[in-house]
């Protein structure tokens, strides 16, 4: 039994309550329970312990996340950004930018990730923030798009054009210069707190500005990425483990025709295959797990196969559980409902399944 991944779910459990439903009908999460979870460490779990975190594997950090995800997805994806944000600054920050920024991350405060501008989305080639060094400063200019939980952040992490080269610097939201606007009405995750960033010459520390710095764009990004794919995977099977337990539940408690749902040979059908779903995406995402946790060269290819299969079963398996709940889970704020309109957002974040899928078509032919 693994006692500190239980009492971190326990406290999940307890912070998030049954308000879920709540904040995505008001698109709006407020920051106290995001605060607490921030500072139990539970948003960035595999940072150590020694910088606030818990100094979880990947493995039972991804156990962690599917258990936020099975409450709510748009915690999960301020969950998963916080995450990102760690990992960027554990890989490529220096001592005492870990020092500095892990401990603020597993304090309380709140980051998000600035990749994706209006014409650089999954092109990320085509990136057009500019990162300069002046002196002991550096400059950042551009115009961020869909940064999830910005809404939320004290912190962002951006990335941009750095000379020849790429980088990533941490940017204070609340740097003279930095502006944000609200995305409503997002499909899925829709108190997952989007913004779109406008950033006119901020200025920050040189000591902000990571390590890495001038290396390639690809490189530094699919680095950050590798475990945002990871994490949305892991949400995934959340939001299925959500789904199978709604759909046995009305099952075996709603009557048809005098029988209850649970008797019905299509129903156990659709029941089967979101068994399956949820079995096939748990066991992906804990080879990718062990691929993170092991160092193994395999690591970027297993989450985005951990990504793409997990985010395919997720919408697949959440419309199975709208269809089994029938009205009942086409209504707003419904746990399955929810599911069904976060899910297909899973299709498309970290990576759009057609990405997902030239990704691993190189990677098998020998050309990635």
């Not at 910088?51 to 997805?73: T, V, Y």
């Not at 990730?113 to 092109?123: I, K, N, T």
């Not at 889970?329 to 929810?338: E, K, P, Q, S, W």
Request: charged residues 20%; glycine residues 12%; neutral net charge.
């Amino acid at each position: 039994m693994n006692e500190r991944l239980d009492d971190a779910r326990t406290d999940v459990a307890k912070i998030i309550g049954d308000q879920a439903g709540e904040w995505d009908m008001a698109g709006l999460i407020p920051l106290e329970p995001l605060r607490q979870l921030g500072a139990k460490g539970l948003l960035c779990a595999e940072v150590a312990e020694s910088a606030g975190g818990l100094g979880f594997s990947s493995q039972d950090n991804g156990e962690l996340i599917a258990h936020i995800g099975e409450h709510c997805g748009s915690v999960r994806s301020v969950a998963t950004c916080q995450g990102m944000a760690a990992w960027t600054v554990r890989r490529f920050g220096d001592a005492g930018q870990r020092a500095t920024f892990l401990r603020r991350l597993t304090g309380g405060e709140l980051a998000a990730m600035a990749f994706s501008e209006p014409g650089a989305g999954s092109d990320l080639s085509a990136m057009r923030t500019e990162i300069v060094a002046d002196g002991d400063t550096v400059v950042v200019s551009g115009h961020k798009v869909w940064v999830t939980g910005a809404k939320y952040a004290d912190l962002l992490v951006v990335f941009g054009r750095f000379g020849v080269g790429a980088a990533a610097v941490v940017v204070p939201t609340s740097a003279p210069g930095v502006r944000l606007e609200n995305v409503p009405g997002a499909l899925g995750c829709r108190a997952g707190g989007h913004a779109n960033v406008r950033l006119d010459a901020v200025r920050v520390p040189v000591a902000n500005l990571l390590r890495g710095a001038g290396q390639p764009l690809g490189w530094l990004v699919t680095t950050a990425l590798t475990y945002g794919r990871l994490s949305v995977a892991w949400g995934c099977v959340g939001i299925l483990r959500a789904c199978l337990r709604a759909a046995t539940t009305h099952a075996t408690s709603r009557k048809q025709f005098g029988q209850l749902l649970a008797d019905h040979q299509m129903i156990r059908r659709h029941i089967a295959e979101l068994l399956v779903a949820e079995q096939v995406a748990t066991r992906v995402c804990e080879h990718a797990s062990r691929c993170w946790d092991a160092g193994s060269p395999e690591m970027v290819t297993a989450s985005v196969v951990a990504k793409h299969v997990a985010a395919g079963h997720a919408a697949t398996g959440s419309s199975t559980a709208v269809q089994v709940l029938g009205s009942a889970g086409v209504l707003d704020g419904h746990v399955v409902a929810r599911a069904y309109r976060d899910a297909k957002l899973m299709e498309i974040i970290e990576g759009s399944n057609e990405i997902s899928q030239l990704m691993l078509a190189d990677h098998a032919l020998g050309t990635s």
